[in-house]
């Protein structure tokens, strides 16, 4: 049961042009959501968050919007560069009662940003 | 500033042979701890987290076991790996705090070929 989805598992955009990456999850649990970037061989790399009581957040060239009702969350990446390039994880967020959170992943989309 | 490292880089083993891996967390006390694995084509799977020493929880049933031994180590280990094994080993801490913490911070990971 896989409970983050994300239906693309690649996107190709132009470089000075928007990249839009999408994710939908269904457990009504989760409270707060994530973006991690990935290069190959390496951890990913926390990227942008929202939480569950806000529709959008935005920091720098990347904002996240997130529509509860659709359990529907996107990160828009304006304007794109190359070095943008690599894999998008979308991850929602549920704590643990004795401490600590359980992130869940969706399966990747691979962004490539072209000149 | 907080670091965390992880080891071997890769390593390929034979089935049947035993596992340990290492996660050390620079610069914090307490964190939480936690094991992902990444299967190929496949997002991060939480396989254990700890939020003490000796204190450790599985997320989903396995081959694998994972241990606690001082504040800031967190070691997974196998006695008898199995080719469904092989993937991508990623550890991930997040602050020890009150309030709800959501965003997990990544080591390099270990890549992990079970021929």
């Given at each position: 049961d896989q409970q983050v989805k994300q239906n693309s598992p690649s996107l190709s955009v132009q470089e000075g042009r928007i990249s839009i990456l999408n994710c939908d999850y269904t457990?009504?649990?989760?409270?707060y959501f994530l973006w991690y970037k990935k290069y190959p061989a390496e951890g990913p790399t926390f990227l942008i968050s929202i939480s569950s009581i806000k529709d959008k957040n935005e920091d720098g060239r990347f904002t996240v919007f997130l529509n509860k009702s659709a359990k529907h969350l996107s990160l828009h990446i304006v304007?794109?560069?190359?070095?943008?390039s690599a894999v998008y994880f979308c991850a929602a967020s549920r704590q643990f009662t004795g401490g600590g959170n359980k992130l869940t992943f969706g399966t990747g989309t691979q962004l490539k940003v072209e000149l | 500033s907080q670091t965390i490292h992880q080891w071997p880089a890769t390593l390929v083993q034979p089935v049947g042979s035993p596992l340990s891996l290492e996660c050390t967390v620079e610069g914090t006390s307490n964190p939480n701890l936690y094991w992902y694995r990444q299967a190929a084509g496949r997002g991060l799977q939480l396989l254990f987290y700890s939020v003490g020493i000796g204190q450790i929880s599985s997320e989903v049933p396995q081959n694998l076991s994972a241990s606690r031994p001082q504040d800031r180590q967190f070691i997974l280990s196998s006695k008898k790996l199995l080719l469904s094994d092989s993937g991508f080993y990623l550890c991930a801490w997040t602050p020890d705090r009150e309030a709800a913490y959501n965003e997990q911070f990544f080591g390099p990971g270990t890549r992990l070929t079970v021929l």
């Open positions: 457990n009504s649990m989760f409270d304007p794109s560069q190359p070095g943008d | -």
